[in-house]
């Protein structure tokens, strides 16, 4: 079974530009959250969504928002770029329904350079 | 969630066994304790999970105590591939309100030879 993919692996952008980043889950997995990673904060919760459904949100600005569509793929995008954007953002499914236990899979991220 | 409480580094030589340990101590009776590690540049890989009786697979063993209030991760024989952060977390069932995890800063594993 495949993993997660995500792409790019690598994206280098300037400040104020957009970015828009993508993840394919592992086949048959309905739930897609996202990460992000900094040295200084280390790995933090950007948003979940189930069944194209965004369920929980961490505390970041609305600059950062994501969809999912019907095939479970996901996308994240970043408006006006910060140089503070600069992470490792990490994409992980799971098959997760209500009161069930399953952990999640992550794909290798994409790295986010701003400048 | 629960709160928890790893050291920030270990060193472990290869071949012998790594113990990294996990103190939990207001784990709520439905959370499971959850156990990740990450290698440099790669996204997180999921280890092993329990609720309260010890578990093994092909990856490590997981220890809870009797009180569920800590945890130790056992990598059997260490090998130089196993040098990674490695995460505790703890997390009750999959939700409506979602699903997410508080990684915290985990604990640095490094194998020597």
């Known amino acids: 079974k495949a993993g997660v993919t995500q792409t790019p692996r690598y994206l280098i952008k300037t400040r104020g530009q957009q970015v828009t980043l993508s993840c394919s889950p592992i086949?048959?997995?309905?739930?897609v959250s996202w990460y992000q990673q900094t040295p200084g904060q280390g790995l933090q919760f950007l948003f979940e969504?189930?069944?194209?459904?965004?369920?929980n949100k961490g505390n970041f600005p609305g600059r950062f928002s994501g969809r999912q569509f019907s095939n479970s793929r996901s996308e994240m995008n970043v408006s006006t770029l910060e140089l503070g954007d600069s992470a490792l953002y990490l994409c992980?499914?799971?098959?997760?329904?209500?009161?069930?236990?399953?952990?999640?899979?992550f794909g290798n991220g994409t790295r986010l350079t701003v400048t | 969630d629960a709160k928890t409480t790893q050291p920030t580094s270990m060193d472990c030589a290869e071949g012998r066994a790594a113990n990294l340990p996990c103190n939990h101590s207001?784990?709520?009776?439905?959370?499971?304790v959850y156990w990740y590690r990450q290698i440099h540049s790669q996204g997180p890989q999921y280890i092993i999970h329990?609720?309260?009786n010890n578990e093994t697979n092909e990856m490590a063993s997981l220890i809870i105590t009797e009180d569920r209030k800590s945890s130790t991760l056992i990598l059997p024989h260490a090998t130089l591939r196993d040098t990674a952060v490695y995460y505790c977390?703890?997390?009750?069932?999959?939700?409506?309100?979602?699903?997410?995890?508080?990684f915290g800063k985990g604990t640095s594993l490094l194998v020597t030879p």
């Open positions: 977390i703890v997390r009750g069932p999959y939700s409506n309100s979602g699903y997410a995890l508080n």
């Open positions: 329990g609720l309260k």
């Open positions: 992980a499914s799971s098959s997760s329904i209500q009161g069930a236990v399953s952990p999640l899979h």
């Open positions: 969504y189930f069944s194209e459904t965004q369920r």
């Open positions: 207001t784990i709520s009776g439905n959370e499971y």
């Open positions: 086949s048959g997995h309905r739930s």
